[in-house]
C-alpha cells in the first residue's frame, strides 16, 4: 500500500515562498497517470493546483500559473511544489495526490498560511 508523507508548510508574509514536498513510502512516481498538488479551504471544494504527467507534462491552476511549479525527483519518489509571490488566497491545506485509473492515494494534508 501506498503511504504519502507531506512536509514544507508553515506561516509566511504576502509575497514569501515556501517548498512543499510529498515522499512515497513505496511504489514509484513513474508508475501512476499522474502525480498532483491540490489545495482546499472550509466551505470549498478541493482544487487541484498542478499536476505532472508520467511524460513529464506539467498543467497548473490559472491562479498560480507563473508563481508555482512542479517538480518530481524519481530517485528520491518525491514530488515538490514551489511556491513563490505567495498571496493570502493561497491559504489552504495542500494535498499531494498519485493518480491512476484504479487507484488515488493522498497525503495527509500540510497546512499553508499567507498573512502579515
Known amino acids: 500500500q501506498v503511504q504519502l508523507v507531506e512536509s514544507g508548510g508553515g506561516l509566511v508574509q504576502p509575497g514569501g515562498s515556501l517548498r512543499l514536498s510529498c515522499t512515497a513510502s513505496?511504489?514509484?512516481?513513474?508508475?501512476?497517470?499522474?502525480t498532483d498538488w491540490y489545495r482546499q479551504v472550509p466551505g470549498k471544494q478541493r482544487e487541484l493546483v498542478a499536476a505532472?504527467?508520467?511524460?513529464?507534462?506539467?498543467t497548473y491552476a490559472d491562479s498560480v500559473k507563473g508563481r508555482f511549479t512542479i517538480s518530481r525527483d524519481l530517485t528520491k519518489n518525491t514530488v515538490s511544489l514551489q511556491m513563490n509571490s505567495l498571496k493570502p488566497e493561497d491559504t489552504a491545506v495542500y494535498y499531494c495526490?498519485?493518480?491512476?485509473?484504479?487507484?488515488?492515494?493522498w497525503g495527509q494534508g500540510t497546512q499553508v498560511t499567507v498573512s502579515s
Open positions: 495526490n498519485l493518480h491512476n485509473p484504479l487507484n488515488d492515494y
Open positions: 505532472i504527467t508520467r511524460g513529464g507534462l506539467r
Open positions: 513505496s511504489g514509484r512516481l513513474f508508475d501512476f497517470t499522474s
